[in-house]
């Protein structure tokens, strides 16, 4: 039994070691982690509307009781039931009981509407609610846009193993602070920390993949699938947590989540050993000269259009639903499920054809058919008229990100030194910006002229972008550039996939491929 037991400790190790030069491995990592992290992107989208909802309407209707009592005794007010149960109960010292018949969600009777218990018992708190959810959905954004400038670099200098692991501890902690935060200061910090986490993540993540996957088709392909991660964390979550907050509660989803999130930072440990530092092979062009090249610039500016769409439409979609349809909680989360199906076919079927079709003219498209289904998105007048507008949304958007994250990984390839932690900070800038200004701005616009002129204009914008991404038809590059990646994409196609390099940076490069300094 010793002898066996140690040939089976031999083989797990030998396995290990076999897997860490696994490419596949690498892959599965990236998209677990991009899972998780839009999962806890997405799963707040019907929980928190409602949540910060119910936790006004119980702190106006207390202080009311309190005014009318004369007094502000600890048991004036007990309890409030959701929004959407059929009565309400408020007691203290001049405690009633109101009961109101629920009228069935699709019942047309607009006069009527305002009246039914499915519908908000007050519309004027429930528009004030698009700047204050706003402002939380932004905050993760625009802390993650913050830190992906030093994130980028950082990656460059000690590698990805280590940014990768940090991002899931710190992703950890943010999912425990969802679940057990019961207000919207709680929450703002939960939602900010969830930012530093997905920085590391996404950035380290994503150049990662690129340093692996050398040849363009291939990385397109690989980058697609870790897209696909993405996709099923932005479908699984919004369906998964309007069900569990409807019939668990708020803190059960995000528990689930912490499970999951634990299974991967395994994972990592396991296999990419982030305790090692990996010292750069090469130095990578400086951030800011990146920023300064107009073709990185078009890709980004496609990113951020493109996503901010679906950005916008995540706080202001559930309360217009609320306002207009009397949605069911269930009904805020599963509204948002044709565009994540729809996403996760765009990434999967253009990870690969977009190479073959030239990113630039599935960007383009891409673009236009987003911003003519944002544009149909309110003259839904129940959920079933989502379907369509919200299915071309998310496909939509897969095509852009499946063209657009590829492409920057070839620009500095061609342009610039082959380092790749510096352009998917951009990349991921990009991709914050969208989701920072998108809640913030959207949410004001909203409340000041509509959710209807909110979707008009922010289609319009993103078909006005769209012809710039001719000029990603055939970027110019440095000549001894094109002929190495010609080169290199020649040996790629005959090399056997049992002879591929670690993840590390640079060790999957040829000998001659020194010309890269």
């Not at 596949?24 to 982690?33: E, G, N, Q, T, Y």
């Not at 991009?34 to 509307?49: E, G, H, Q």
């Not at 993650?144 to 950082?154: A, R, Y």
């Not at 947590?241 to 999951?260: Q, R, W």
Request: charged fraction near 15%; charge should be negative; aromatic fraction near 10%.
């Amino acid at each position: 039994m010793g002898r066996l037991d140690e040939l089976r400790r031999f083989r797990l190790l030998q396995w290990l070691r076999e897997e860490r030069q696994s490419r596949r491995l690498i892959l599965f990592i990236v998209f677990v982690a991009l899972l998780l992290d839009n999962m806890l992107l997405t799963v707040v989208v019907p929980i928190i509307p409602s949540y910060l909802y119910n936790l006004d309407e119980s702190a106006d209707v207390a202080l009311k009781n309190d005014s009318q009592s004369g007094q502000s005794a600890p048991g004036s007010f007990h309890s409030i039931v959701s929004l959407y149960d059929n009565s309400v109960r408020l007691s203290g010292a001049n405690s009633t009981v109101r009961s109101v018949e629920r009228v069935p969600p699709t019942a047309a009777a607009p006069a009527g509407l305002q009246n039914s218990s499915d519908c908000p018992h007050s519309s004027s708190t429930l528009v004030n609610e698009n700047v204050k959810v706003g402002m939380l959905f932004a905050s993760k954004a625009t802390v993650q846009l913050l830190t992906n400038p030093f994130i980028g670099p950082l990656t460059n200098r000690i590698g990805y193993q280590m940014p990768i692991f940090v991002g899931f501890c710190i992703m950890f902690l943010s999912t425990i602070m969802f679940a057990f935060s019961s207000s919207y200061a709680l929450l703002f910090v939960a939602r900010s920390l969830q930012g530093v986490g997905s920085s590391c993540s996404s950035v380290a993540g994503m150049g990662m993949l690129a340093s692996v996957y050398t040849d363009d088709e291939e990385r397109g392909h690989a980058i697609g699938i870790a897209l696909g991660g993405l996709a099923m964390g932005v479908l699984v979550g919004p369906p998964f947590g309007s069900v569990m907050y409807e019939f668990v509660g708020k803190t059960a989803p995000f528990l689930i989540l912490a499970f999951l999130a634990l299974f991967d930072g395994a994972l990592q440990l396991v296999v990419l050993q982030p305790t090692k530092v990996e010292p750069e092979s090469q130095k990578g062009t400086p951030l800011f000269t990146l920023m300064k090249d107009p073709y990185i610039l078009i890709a980004a500016g496609a990113i951020c259009f493109g996503n901010m769409a679906i950005a916008m439409m995540e706080p202001t979609l559930p309360i217009w639903m609320m306002e207009t349809m009397c949605a069911r909680k269930w009904q805020l989360g599963v509204a948002f499920l044709p565009a994540s199906v729809s996403y996760l076919i765009g990434t999967y079927i253009f990870g690969s054809l977009a190479h073959r079709m030239g990113r630039w003219l599935c960007a383009l498209v891409g673009m236009v058919v987003v911003g003519i289904s944002v544009i149909c998105v309110p003259f839904a007048s129940n959920i079933y008229g989502l379907i369509l507008p919200n299915f071309g949304v998310g496909f939509a958007i897969g095509m852009v990100d499946s063209s657009m994250m590829p492409i920057m990984g070839y620009l500095v390839d061609l342009r610039h030194v082959s380092v790749y932690g510096s352009v998917y900070a951009i990349a991921d800038v990009a991709f914050c910006m969208g989701f920072a200004l998108g809640p913030s701005i959207g949410g004001s616009i909203a409340e000041s002229i509509g959710f209807p002129w909110l979707m008009t204009i922010i289609g319009i914008v993103d078909v006005l972008f769209s012809p710039l991404c001719i000029f990603l038809r055939n970027p110019p590059g440095q000549e001894e550039k094109i002929a190495i990646l010609m080169d290199t994409n020649c040996s790629m196609k005959t090399r056997s996939y049992s002879t591929q390099g670690t993840f590390y940076q640079g060790d999957n490069m040829d000998p001659e491929d020194d010309d890269y300094d």
